[in-house]
């Protein structure tokens, strides 16, 4: 079974431009979480999706968005990049909203110059 | 205060030993508990979630939980040089929001 797919796998933008990133979750997963991830750092908490509402958001300006698809996949954007944004952007999905375990995909790496 | 404090390591521990990775949290109302391994430059990958006070067992790996002292724990028996990695400890609080740690650097040495 193919587990949680992010795309694209690198991006490098300029600040000020705008991004898209996106996940498709598990098969079966209903929910989605988004992380941001800096060097010897552990993830951040950025949102967390169900049913394609919102279930939770972390610490993050306005500049952070993002959505749920009727078929679970998920968006997560970012306009006016900052030098700041440049980090590790994680996936997760879970069976639901609640304490199930999460899954974690590959990532997209983002650089900001 | 941090939510969920690791110590950043290294650990250093021979092969075959038994390496021992500690967590502690803040959120009294913390429900789930997850140790995730992340290889340098990857993603974290699940380890092993409890959510009961006591000993979980899989494997080489052994989860422990005592929700009083707001402590989680993870043994890895037999360690490996595969097992040299940052593991992550992962809480999820009353507010269901899953806050990491900075995670431990684990490296085993042959």
């Known amino acids: 079974d193919a587990g949680v797919t992010q795309s694209p796998t690198h991006l490098i933008k300029t600040r000020g431009q705008q991004v898209t990133l996106r996940c498709s979750p598990i098969?079966?997963?209903?929910?989605v979480s988004w992380y941001q991830q800096v060097l010897g750092q552990g993830p951040q908490f950025i949102f967390q999706?169900?049913?394609?509402?919102?279930?939770g958001r972390g610490n993050f300006p306005d500049r952070f968005s993002a959505r749920q698809f009727p078929n679970y996949s998920s968006e997560l954007n970012v306009n006016a990049l900052l030098l700041g944004d440049s980090a590790l952007y994680l996936c997760?999905?879970?069976?639901?909203?609640?304490?199930?375990?999460?899954?974690f995909g590959d990532g997209t790496r983002l650089s900001i110059l | 205060q941090k939510e969920v404090e690791q110590n950043s390591g290294p650990l250093s521990v021979p092969e075959g030993a038994i390496a021992s990775l500690n967590c502690t949290y803040s959120?009294?109302?913390?429900?789930?508990f997850f140790w995730y391994r992340q290889y340098s430059g990857k993603s974290p990958e699940l380890i092993m979630f409890?959510?009961?006070?006591g000993d979980k067992e899989d494997g080489r790996f052994t989860a422990q939980l005592n929700k009083a002292s707001q402590y989680v724990s993870l043994l890895i028996r037999d360690s490996q040089p595969s097992d040299s990695a940052t593991y992550l400890c992962?809480?999820?609080?009353?507010?269901?929001?899953?806050?990491f740690g900075t995670g431990t650097l684990l490296a085993v040495q042959p």
């Open positions: 992962a809480v999820r609080g009353a507010t269901n929001k899953l806050i």
């Open positions: 999706y169900y049913e394609k509402e919102e279930r």
């Open positions: 098969s079966g997963h209903k929910s």
């Open positions: 409890i959510y009961s006070n």
């Open positions: 997760a999905s879970s069976l639901s909203g609640s304490n199930q375990p999460q899954h």
């Open positions: 959120d009294r109302g913390s429900q789930s």
